[in-house]
């Protein structure tokens, strides 16, 4: 078993034991999973599953979404970030960039196909960047709502949401909200994302968040994640951009890194043997 599946099992572990009171006597994970999966599997597929037209795939670069070669950059981002989230105990996992355009909604939708293909965990994503369609537009999903009306209570999630498999859960905005920074804010999505929580116990949950230097809309809620990915562009980006977000994130939450994306040229170095991104 690789170090991987070895994390992988051991954050499960530790979850289902936080949801559980400790047995007395060790039990074999055969029956410490049984009666939690099969409950946690009813409530996933309540969510109706999603559709992706293939030709999308091409179109809005979901390069991760068949597997193999193409989607080897995400896959290897994917495994370095289980590496750290799983370790450390994290599971909320915020993408942001200091400006638009940086490919984190393109990021998002990626990681969670390779995410999809990582049968032992479950993942939700979901679009906190409120003033747009941004996921919802890359997949071509329509609908009539918003995450803020999920956390409004308009609607409840299991409705709003799209399933893609057995194991992840998307959460799009179908329309954009007048007031993101406050909703963001405020007490409603902090018990939204601890209900959620509890009844779907996900092991990683994917934020795609606003840019951090076009408005204050994820500054106050990036403290309610474990980390956060920084998204740059290359060739697009400044250094000094890239500087100032990651001082400004560092101060709100863990950074787990800095991801320079649209690379166009790579060496052998920092690529990987398959190709570039
Ligand atoms: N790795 C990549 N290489 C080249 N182009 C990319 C890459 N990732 C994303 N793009 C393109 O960059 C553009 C912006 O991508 P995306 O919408 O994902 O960015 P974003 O950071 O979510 O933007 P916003 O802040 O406006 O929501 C899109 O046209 C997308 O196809
Ligand atoms: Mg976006």
């Not at 946690?40 to 969510?47: A, G, K």
């Not at 179908?174 to 804010?185: D, H």
């Amino acid at each position: 078993m690789d170090r991987l599946q070895q994390a992988i099992q051991k954050a499960r572990r530790a979850r289902d034991s936080r949801q559980q009171p400790q047995p007395l006597q060790p039990v074999t994970e055969e029956q410490l999973h049984v009666p939690q999966e099969s409950a946690d599997e009813d409530i996933w597929l309540t969510v109706p599953e999603i559709v992706i037209d293939p030709g999308l795939i091409s179109r809005k670069r979901l390069m991760s979404f068949n597997g193999g070669a193409d989607a080897t950059p995400y896959d290897m981002l994917r495994t370095k970030m289980l590496q750290q989230t799983l370790s450390k105990g994290w599971r909320r996992v915020a993408l942001t960039s200091p400006y638009s355009g940086c490919g984190k909604s393109t990021a998002a939708a990626n990681l969670a196909f390779s995410l999809s293909r990582q049968e032992d965990l479950r993942t939700i994503v979901i679009d906190f960047d409120m003033r747009r369609r941004g996921l919802a537009e890359i997949l071509k999903q329509t609908g009539n709502y918003s995450m803020a009306d999920v956390i409004q209570g308009k609607v409840p999630f299991h409705e709003h949401a799209l399933r893609h498999g057995n194991n992840v859960i998307f959460g799009l905005n179908f329309s954009s909200t007048r007031n993101p920074a406050e909703i963001l804010q405020s007490r409603r999505t902090i018990e939204f994302l601890e209900q959620l929580e509890a009844e779907y116990k996900p092991d990683v949950i994917l934020f795609d968040t606003p840019p951090l230097m076009a408005s204050d809309d994820s500054h106050g809620f990036l403290k309610n994640v474990d980390c956060a990915l920084l998204l740059a562009a290359a060739e697009e980006t400044s250094i000094d951009h890239i500087d100032i977000a990651e001082r400004q994130l560092a101060e709100l939450t863990n950074v787990m890194g800095i991801v320079l994306n649209k690379c166009r040229y790579i060496s052998g170095a920092f690529g990987n043997e398959y190709g570039t991104y």
